[in-house]
């Protein structure tokens, strides 16, 4: 009988540190596995899902429209003094470094300040960055929407000229896959080159 308990514990801890390996490693079926530089709380179903936004040329457009080739997404906003700037920046250039390697990947920027980007100035912003860069606004509830899906933070200033208020904002960049949806996502920390080889790691194993 002690003998039966004792090994009926052992199969047991065996399959738990089995089941502990399998997740540490992202589980056999991830095929990205190895481009992965850590884990997502939740696991990468958590990040992403639908959203309906305004598009820089006016247009009603979901993720399914949007979301039709490996694209890179940032949220941000068009008046921001600094750091969206050097972000959608670094993304176009990461994009570049990979277009010239035959993968393209579509730089898209998501403006969490509706009341000031309208369409037009998007487009104004996203063509001096990236000639295929897409530009997304819309109401203030779409806008909340795709935030909350991509699970990002964005909270007005209220204090200062009611006209040039700043937006605080997370400034994470996401990598979205056809079939796939969210896969990873970047810091902002990381260089153009570094982003590139990343990016390039899920292209290749697409």
């Not at 065996?14 to 540490?24: K, Q």
Request: glycine residues 8%; contains cysteine; proline residues 5%.
């Amino acid at each position: 009988m002690i003998r039966t308990i004792a090994m009926i514990a052992v199969v047991v801890m065996i399959a738990l540190l089995t089941a502990i390996w399998y997740v540490s490693r992202g589980g056999e079926d991830d095929q990205f596995a190895q481009c992965r530089s850590g884990q997502v709380a939740g696991g990468t179903d958590a990040i992403g899902g639908p959203f309906e936004l305004v598009s820089e040329t006016g247009e009603t457009v979901t993720d399914e429209d949007v979301i039709t080739e490996p694209s890179l997404l940032y949220f941000g906003y068009t008046f921001c003094p600094d750091v969206c700037p050097l972000d959608t920046a670094r993304n176009a250039e990461a994009v570049e470094l990979l277009e010239k390697q035959g993968k393209i990947v579509q730089p898209v920027f998501i403006s969490i300040d509706p009341e000031r980007d309208t369409p037009e100035v998007l487009a104004e912003f996203t063509d001096y960055l990236h000639p295929r860069m897409l530009g997304l606004t819309g109401s203030p509830e779409q806008v909340k929407a795709a935030s909350q899906a991509y699970r990002t933070y964005y909270k007005k200033q209220e204090e200062g000229d009611p006209e040039y208020y700043l937006v605080d904002h997370s400034t994470f960049s996401y990598l979205v896959l056809p079939e796939h949806g969210f896969v990873e996502f970047f810091r902002r920390d990381i260089t153009a080159d570094d982003m590139a080889k990343r990016i390039g790691c899920f292209l290749e194993n697409m």
